[in-house]
């Protein structure tokens, strides 16, 4: 019995050293993760717990107001209903999340990717699920806020443009920050849903325009419904900019396109200023301050003219007989020729295997300098062209700012395309064919400009050769009306060319616009005295028995573009006007027009009856 008793106390001993093997060690997991939860994800529970108590509601900051040179409001802000959701208190009531989605129009899949879309969300930070609701929709959800855990309204400001398309892409437009953007700017005022400037003005001054946003502290039940404030930190309004632009001035300039699609650029040729920047067709930014819908944005990306592309600093064109202007002070500086140099224009001009034609059929006779900038004969500038060389007047296109971005402030400028010997090597491998300079001597072939970069070459005949930086913004003002900072005019180069070649051509661009023939007087005013140029630029090649009178029975997309650059007063230049109309025929009937119109209107002039044109004959004024 004895030894019995002595055997199990035996194995009960064995037993309990198992036993508290087995508690240390469960005691020792507990202990390492108590650690771990405490010490390793201490802070991430302990803010998910704070979360489920408290909870930060965002208070956008206003953002600065844009307005024209005067002080007229283009650009300013409004209350906006919007929803958001908060997943974590929504997950648990999929009832709730059908109601919202019958209310708001959305489907259970989209409101699903944009919760998905917010990869670097924060735990129980609100998602938008829908911006500018209108009255119905929010006294129906705030009606059934109580039974709809996780939903959110709130006042929000939002973009608004007092009139709507004009001057869009000088504005630009603001919409949602993604995350890309979040990444390259590294700014922790940014979250996934807040407002960013995408385009224009908007984009360039975004830290100008932007304010600093507050926030409430609340306390929320365990449904997420909001049950006290704790404390807050008030929102500060973004700077206001006062653009170069003038509001008459710039509707006076779109209304004068009408149906037309084109640019037109205006600026004071001595301080930089940008008067009016037109680009059509134009786009309503309202669009994408409200989130852009998918079908909208699909419209703007498949219109055959390019709404949302900026043609005044993106669009490139073939400059058409506004370039005979660089290839005449080409002529005169190398000394190819003089003001006093005759040619003679028969309408065709043979070179090669190949007859280069005049637009005036029959030709313009005889002539010199002046009257074949005035008239615009193409004969007249084949033989320059042919004389000067492709690389001087490459230089003298160079000379004159084209080939180069101007340094506007505003994104995507476009350089162009002047092309040389050592260019065409370099881009083909081939070399240059005489034959060429003929087309390029009149603006043609490889040749592509810029309206703005047309404007800055007028502008500098206008000056003496003097490049001022296109400006757009002329100072930044706080909401208490204190100035932090102002653009003044700056000149960033000078032409080097000579005030002789320049008095010339300046004289030519007068006649152009006021003497018998010339090729611009649909821009003439008896008030002031005008001085341009018009141009004309193939879209594709005419054939050899084309007639002027052909070009309206063309189909729209083959028709030529028509140009006009224009400064006034002749005497002491106020305005330069660059203005292109695709596919408008012939600069001065299509385009210089539109240029008498903005000049009357910057003068203040009253409006004179508009310049008759005559059906297609021998005599009529084309290019």
Not at 420 to 431: A, C, E, I, L, Q
Request: proline share 5%; glycine share 10%.
């Amino acid at each position: 019995m004895m030894e019995l008793n002595t055997q199990r106390m035996e194995d009960f001993k064995e037993r309990y050293r198992y036993l508290k093997l087995f508690a240390g060690a469960a005691f020792l997991l507990l202990f390492v993760y108590l650690w771990y939860l405490q010490v390793i994800r201490g802070s991430d529970l302990r803010q998910l717990s704070e979360n489920n108590r408290i909870r930060i509601r965002e208070m956008v900051a206003d953002r600065g107001m844009l307005m024209d040179r005067k002080g007229r409001i283009l650009a300013h802000n409004r209350p906006s209903f919007e929803v958001f959701i908060v997943p974590e208190d929504i997950r648990s009531n999929p009832e709730a999340l059908e109601k919202i989605s019958k209310i708001l129009n959305l489907s259970q899949e989209e409101i699903g990717e944009k919760v998905k879309g917010l990869k670097r969300r924060p735990a129980f930070r609100p998602i938008k699920l829908k911006s500018d609701i209108d009255w119905d929709k929010l006294v129906i959800l705030e009606s059934n806020r109580i039974h709809l855990p996780g939903l959110l309204v709130d006042v929000r400001p939002t973009r608004a443009y007092h009139y709507g398309s004009l001057a869009s892409h000088l504005i630009g437009y603001i919409g949602e920050v993604d995350e890309n953007e979040l990444k390259q700017t590294k700014d922790r005022a940014y979250r996934m849903g807040s407002m960013i400037g995408k385009y224009g003005v908007e984009y360039e001054w975004e830290t100008q325009l932007r304010g600093v946003d507050g926030g409430r502290q609340i306390e929320v039940d365990a449904l997420g419904r909001e049950i006290k404030p704790l404390r807050s930190v008030d929102s500060f309004p973004g700077n206001n900019l006062f653009l170069t632009i003038d509001f008459n001035l710039q509707k006076v300039a779109e209304e004068a396109y009408q149906d037309k699609n084109g640019a037109l650029v205006a600026m004071d040729p001595k301080t930089g200023g940008i008067l009016a920047m037109v680009s059509k067709p134009s786009f309503d930014p309202s669009m994408f301050a409200r989130n852009i819908t998918a079908e909208e944005w699909r419209a703007l990306l498949e219109h055959p003219f390019h709404p949302l592309q900026n043609k005044g600093i993106q669009g490139q064109y073939p400059p058409g007989s506004v370039f005979k202007i660089v290839t005449a002070i080409a002529g005169l500086e190398t000394e190819a020729i003089t003001p006093q140099t005759q040619m003679t224009c028969t309408g065709v001009f043979p070179y090669g295997n190949r007859n280069f034609r005049c637009w005036k059929e029959k030709g313009h006779g005889t002539l010199s300098l002046h009257r074949a900038i005035v008239e615009s004969c193409d004969i007249f500038f084949y033989q320059v062209g042919l004389k000067v060389g492709v690389d001087a007047i490459a230089h003298y296109a160079g000379e004159l700012g084209l080939g180069r971005k101007t340094g506007i402030p505003l994104p995507h400028e476009k350089a162009g395309i002047v092309p040389s010997t050592p260019w065409k090597k370099k881009r083909f491998g081939v070399s240059w064919y005489s034959g060429e300079t003929l087309s390029f001597a009149v603006g043609q072939g490889y040749l592509n400009t810029t309206p703005l970069q047309l404007l800055m070459l007028i502008s500098a005949v206008a000056n003496g050769g003097r490049f001022y930086l296109p400006r757009v913004v002329e100072r930044v003002e706080d909401i208490y009306g204190k100035k932090l900072k102002e653009y003044p005019s700056e000149e960033i180069g000078r032409a080097d060319i000579s005030g002789k070649t320049l008095r010339i051509i300046q004289e030519a661009l007068l006649g152009a616009v006021n003497e018998q023939g010339g090729t611009g007087g649909g821009s003439a005013l008896k008030q002031v005295k005008v001085a341009g140029k018009t141009g004309t630029a193939q879209v594709v090649r005419m054939a050899a028995d084309f007639k002027k009178g052909d070009m309206n029975r063309m189909p729209l997309k083959f028709r030529d573009h028509a140009w006009f650059t224009a400064y006034a007063p002749f005497e002491d230049p106020q305005i330069a006007v660059a203005v292109l109309v695709e596919h408008g025929g012939y600069g001065g009937v299509a385009a210089a027009p539109i240029a008498k119109k903005v000049i009357e209107k910057y003068f203040d002039l009253e409006a004179s009856p508009p310049v008759k044109v005559e059906e297609a004959s021998e005599d009529s004024v084309y290019d």
